[in-house]
């Protein structure tokens, strides 16, 4: 996974010089395969093992890991949330989690207003140094947070979701999705694939893929914003 140096700094602002990092990494705990200047920043390329990617396959994971092997210190980005008290979310979506064992824990959070747009410059260079084009700030902000901490988001257009639904199910057997591939690409499902689902139809392969169902383009103003565990056995088949 490539991680940016700049960013990695607003963690732990006394990191050592890349290549410096990069070779402490490298006899300290994963290997580095490649240090590449990137604009005005520099791209890590590090290999992070298996049995670390639930802690490490993130930057906050990695700062971590190199705030301890340097003996640095470590700074925890500072998170506020602005909710509207007198906004309900069932007045705007429901979640059913049918298959509790392949997805223990499913969250949801609705915006609204929202203005799909271009991503602010620091935003785009982060993604483009961490080997991620830019898409727009909706899609775009997904990436970040997962970039950041390690937990893949997905964005839904609200208003393109039947009954403003969202099931978490198995697919049918001979379900079909289209999904977010370049080429349009047509998937054929069968029971053992778990679907975030709609009212009707699947719009995404859980922790997969997402679907063009419910795409955010232009024209959204409503995102429903999903953060999910699911069953990596099940994934990963």
């Keep these: 996974m490539k991680f940016s140096y700049n960013w990695l700094k607003e963690y732990i602002p ?3 010089d890349p290549k410096k990092t990069a070779g402490d990494l490298n006899m300290r705990i994963f290997e580095v395969e490649e240090v590449q200047p990137i604009g005005r920043d520099w791209a890590l390329d590090i290999k992070v093992l298996p049995n670390r990617a639930f802690d490490c396959l993130s930057h906050l994971g990695i700062a971590r890991e190199i705030a301890a092997i340097e003996n640095i210190e470590f ?6 949330l602005r909710e509207d008290k007198g906004f309900k979310i069932k007045d705007y979506l429901s979640v059913e989690v049918r298959e509790p064992k392949l997805c223990p824990r499913y ?6 207003d929202v203005k799909v747009g271009e991503s602010p410059e620091w935003l785009k260079e982060k ?5 991620l084009r830019s898409i727009n700030n909706i899609v775009d902000i997904t990436n970040y947070v997962m970039l950041e901490c390690g937990q893949p988001l997905h ?4 208003d393109k979701l039947g009954e403003k639904k969202i099931i978490v199910r198995r697919a049918g057997e001979g379900e079909k999705i289209n999904t977010l591939d370049e080429g349009k690409a047509q998937r054929i499902l069968n029971e053992n694939i778990l679907v975030i689902a709609d009212a009707q139809n699947p ?15 232009a024209s959204t103003k409503k995102v429903a914003l999903e953060a999910a565990n699911f069953d990596p056995v099940n994934i990963r088949r």
């Design 155 to 158: 964005a839904f257009d609200l």
């Design 107 to 112: 969250s949801a959070r609705v915006v609204v």
């Design 203 to 217: 719009v995404a392969i859980a922790g997969i893929k997402g679907g063009r169902l419910p795409e955010i383009s």
């Design 14 to 16: 006394d990191i050592p």
């Design 75 to 80: 700074k925890m980005p500072k998170v506020s």
């Design 127 to 131: 993604l483009e140094v961490c080997g």
